[in-house]
């Protein structure tokens, strides 16, 4: 992959959805597929994290930089990604992983790609953005680019904001929703930043807790950018917290890949169309209403359940057929 491809690349797909549910709701979704933006297929840098990384490497590029060091847990899709990249663009790439070294997918994929793994307990990763905890990386590692977990910081949401104008000017209209996933919120922050006011963004939480509003604030103040969109967050869908998931999560994915050929991971695409359609049945939009979905990626993450709960456990498009 070159920074040209990086620079310029085409919009991802857009597509129409069409579902005996959604016509019943008299409503009309479109998808737009992120999960499509990688430089091949089953590679890790797509998604929202793509979106998250690209001002992140160009501004590794324009400094005076050794490496790019950053945080997350052992089936990480930003890890996965930021080490892919690192990989594409010859960067070298430190992953603080929390916990203990075991052979998940994402962290044998991530050493592959050339990312140094170092592990931190669990109570010192928590403490891992304080000043003096990045001073100490800084002696260790040197003159690192630090990027944050999960990816979300000022730069992050310039990428994400540019996801809102590519998505509105390939549809021709503003859509009435904007809906996604939520985990750490930096990627709603951003398009709340880039999308027009005549947008609402709906963002389904996938973690529990109440934090996520707030965050998405400070993730604006912090930008010094202020958002046109109106936002909100979804709290009913992270089916009993981050990376958990429940039996009618599971049969959801599985017909929805099944009827529309699309993979979704369970840790948050599952989860938003999960929401989304639950959201559709109960009326939730109003008739007429037209509705854009951001696939965010994140199917490296399905191999880690896998793994842990045995071959088969989510969906396998081949085996459907
Ligand atoms: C990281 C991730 C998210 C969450 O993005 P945030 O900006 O942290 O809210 C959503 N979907 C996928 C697939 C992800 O990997």
Not at 181 to 190: D, K, M, Q
Not at 213 to 228: C, I, M
Request: with cysteine; aromatic share 10%.
């Amino acid at each position: 992959m070159t920074w040209a491809e990086l620079t310029s690349h085409p919009p991802s797909a857009l597509q129409e959805l069409h579902d005996n549910r959604l016509s019943q709701a008299g409503v009309r979704l479109w998808l737009k597929r992120d999960d499509l933006l990688a430089p091949a297929p089953d590679d890790p840098f797509c998604g929202n994290k793509w979106r998250k990384l690209k001002y992140n490497l160009l501004a590794f590029r324009a400094g005076d930089y050794s490496a790019i060091l950053s945080f997350g847990g052992n089936h990480s899709n930003h890890i996965a990604a930021l080490a892919s990249a690192g990989a594409h663009f010859g960067i070298p790439t430190i992953g603080i992983i929390r916990g203990e070294d075991i052979a998940t997918p994402t962290l044998l994929r991530a050493r592959k790609d050339g990312m140094a793994l170092h592990f931190i307990s669990r109570s010192a990763y928590r403490a891992k953005h304080q000043p003096e905890e990045i001073e100490k990386y800084r002696q260790t590692f040197g003159a690192i680019y630090l990027v944050p977990e999960g990816g979300s910081n000022t730069l992050a949401l310039q990428g994400c904001a540019e996801l809102a104008t590519e998505t509105v000017t390939q549809l021709g209209f503003a859509p009435d929703y904007l809906t996604l996933p939520c985990g750490t919120g930096g990627t709603l922050a951003g398009l709340a930043v880039g999308a027009p006011a005549a947008v609402q963004l709906l963002g389904f939480a996938v973690v529990k807790g109440d934090f996520l509003a707030s965050d998405v604030e400070q993730f604006l103040q912090a930008s010094g950018q202020t958002a046109p969109a109106i936002w909100h967050i979804q709290p009913d869908y992270h089916c009993g917290g981050y990376a958990r998931w429940t039996p009618e999560l599971l049969a959801f994915s599985q017909s929805f890949t099944k009827q529309h050929g699309i993979l979704l991971d369970p840790v948050y695409g599952a989860k938003h169309f999960y929401g989304l359609f639950d959201l559709i049945k109960r009326g939730y939009f109003a008739p007429g209403c037209r509705i854009v979905a951001l696939h965010t990626g994140g199917l490296q993450g399905v191999a880690g359940f896998e793994q842990r709960f045995g071959e088969g456990w989510h969906t396998d498009l081949h085996r459907l057929n």
